[in-house]
């Protein structure tokens, strides 16, 4: 509710479904007599109105969707102005290979297509569980989404229809990669567990192998740039190299050394010894992602702070440039195609932050 000094008139919000005689947003007399009732009509399910404000001929709505509405007294157009996830953390960030477009996957079970030249939320597609990582293939056709129920799911980008999808585990999928061959697909989960599917052999997804022996949950996964190795960190804060689709370890640091890898957004290894400071705890850096051109690496920790790195960075307390805006600890980052941006993501805080990589002579 909001009353207005100027002429006495009340704008109050609920929950009401549209109607012919109007909808959750109305306007009152200083007698309670309804002057006027407005449909918040967006193109969006608005769940309900949470709160509202009223000044020079527009009335900004605030739903329990994390909108807020801009709604005109006269011609009662509506214009979104803000969108975003709703309930618990956003975990998942996937950053199209080519476009400055990016997808999020947050805990409310939705993921949500950004424009960030445009500042605006594209698309929305409701899963009906909880999301917990999202990445797009290397083409950027096709989008693969990791459930906290085991489920993963796969969607055509044009379309965003679903391709196929599968539950072979009962536990949260923590990541999940196309390999750069766009060949097979690899599913981490919290079932101390990575799965290989060849996508080669249709929307069936038959799991054809996966990695064993792995000491703890899965919390990052890279391909390297041939597919023919994945490097996963786990819960245990143990970097471990498994071959591709066999799953047998590699224990030869050799080959390990001479891996190229496609991408890399692992908080350990020799490479990133740096990014750990004197006072951290082994959980305190939470993510990482190294740029598209491999100069930099940028991370994520439990204090709400973005940190940007040289890569690699393998002395210890490395120097680095921090970046705060954050009100809790981060999920997720990722460098956009081109290294033009970085996206954070919040985890309490539930927001996205883009951040503009300027580059700058040494």
Known sequence: MYTTLRDGLIVTGGKERPSKDGGALKLWDQELKRCRAFRLETGQIIDCVRSVCRGKGKILVGTRNAEIIEVGEKNAACNILVSGHMDGPIWGLGTHPSRD?????????????????????????NLGHAARTVSYSPEGDMVAIGMKNGEFIILLV??????GKK???RSS???????????????GSNENAVDFYDLTLGPALNRINCCRDI???VMQMDFSADSNFIQVSTGAY?????????????TDQMVIDRTTWATWTSVLGDEVVGIWSRTTDKADVTCACVSHSGLN????????????FDFPCPEKFAKHKRFLGHAA??????????????ISAGGDDRSLFVWRCVHAPH
């Open 173 to 187: 999928i923590q990541d999940i990669r196309f390999s750069p061959s766009c060949r097979y697909l690899a599913v």
């Open 167 to 169: 539950r072979d585990r």
């Open 101 to 125: 477009v990016f997808l999020s996957a947050a805990e409310d079970g939705t993921v949500r297509l950004w424009d960030i030249p445009e500042k605006k939320m594209l698309n929305k597609v």
């Open 238 to 250: 143990k970097r471990l190299v498994y071959e591709v689709p066999s799953g047998k370890q590699v």
């Open 329 to 342: 600890h981060l999920t997720n980052i990722r460098f956009t195609s081109g290294d033009r941006y970085v």
């Open 297 to 308: 690496v940028v991370t994520g920790d439990d204090f709400g702070m973005v940190k940007l």
């Open 158 to 163: 044009a379309s965003l229809k679903i391709w």
């Open 215 to 217: 000491p703890h949950f």
